[in-house]
């Protein structure tokens, strides 16, 4: 007889990546586990979580607290909230011409004895204390060996060979292929704090990651939003959270736009205009083409169903597993993205003057990325800004966001021989 948990749909959340950003995922899940479950009677249930980037720092905490939902919330936003931005990222004077002689080929300096993170413009070390002492990593083995969490899983990319790397912990055995895709490699692993900091390694900013005897940077370069391994580990239902707002068409003829392109010409020739825009093409967002594809899927079975009958997914299936590894199946997704613009945000946060920085040299630092790009566009600064204030705002942004889907929401969440946890 199986278990309650294999009877029913297994539901997954794919957490993207984007730095500070990160804090508007917290407040989506505060908001499932505070008002949907208080209208659902019960505490959501979330069988695999995955993540990139900070959405994997988001993962390992949601996963390492799963025994205790409304606790989970609770503490996760009162972390973000709480950020310092110079308790993370050392911006001293000696970082800074550091950071200068590195841009301009300057070799970084050589790693202490047992270090495990290289290069990068900036010193992280305040970040890896963080995430090393607010997520208890223990409890992330004692969630799944008691089902409370099926399967985690972070995505980093591999320095030397430019491939995702899925590192995963598993309840049960994980498939032996995981994927035809040659830039795509899974690996069983007890997720501890260098898979999440390798996979939150934002390129050339921060320092990568050496796991093992390789190093590895950002999931994000390859798999922002890391939709793929939730499905492989057994999702058939699936809440995305995106962390990049769909700016309207740029090619209408309106104030707005007229506005914004006036923005981008007196922006383009500053460097950190430039490296803004680098940062986005490196941290590309797929989630709309993966949806699209999804739902392609979800229509090609239905009208196979309805044209063959019921046989018809089994031996397509039964020809699939050999050629690819794995069946399809109908994915249910519910799709969560920021409604402002988290750019526009961050700049309009530095200009209103509530940023936490005390020393000078960040605050001329900040101010200058502020001005540095187009003030809708302003994402540099948005994945750095790890002010608690501005976390403050998005995660009220992220309730928000996810109160418009709550009918979405319940309905992805309302799956028979579901656990009853109490709100």
Known sequence: MKAPWQARSKIGIVLSGGGSRGAYEAGIIHYLRTDLAKRMGRQPQIDIITGTSVGAINAAFMAATQEDPRGQAEQMVAAWRKLEIE?????????????????????PPP?????????????????????????????IDRNLRDRKVQAISVSATHVGTGHTVVFLSSAEPVPREWSRDPFVRHRT????????????????????????????TDGGLRQNTPMSPAIRLGADRLLLISL???????????????????????????????????????????????????????????????SFGDKFETMMNHELVRLRGAPLRRIHAVHIRP??????????????????????IAQQLISRLAGGEARRENDLLSYLLFDGDFAADLIDLGRRDAAKKEDELAALFDVKGTVEQPA
Do not use: C
């Open 244 to 306: 990049r707002h769909l700016a309207p068409d740029s090619t209408k003829k309106t104030v707005e736009n007229e506005v914004l392109e006036k923005q981008r010409t007196e922006a383009y020739p500053k460097p950190l205009f430039l490296a803004g825009k680098a940062l986005n093409a490196l941290m590309l967002d797929h989630t709309e083409y993966d949806l699209q594809r999804m739902q392609r899927i979800n229509l090609i079975l239905e009208a196979g169903h309805a």
């Open 339 to 360: 409604s402002e613009d988290i750019g526009a945000m961050a700049s309009d946060f530095v200009n209103s003057g509530r940023m936490r920085v005390k020393g000078l």
């Open 111 to 139: 790693p202490d004895p047992g270090s495990f993170r290289y290069g990068g413009f900036l010193d992280t070390g305040g970040l890896e204390r963080f995430v090393v002492r607010h997520i208890p990593w223990r409890g």
């Open 189 to 216: 692993a007890k997720i501890g704090p260098r898979h999440v900091l390798a996979s939150a390694a934002i390129p050339m900013l921060f320092p990568s990651v050496k796991i093992g005897d390789e190093f590895f």
């Open 87 to 107: 308790e993370l990222i050392s911006l001293r004077a000696k970082d800074v011409l550091r950071a200068v002689k590195m841009m301009f080929g300057g070799e």
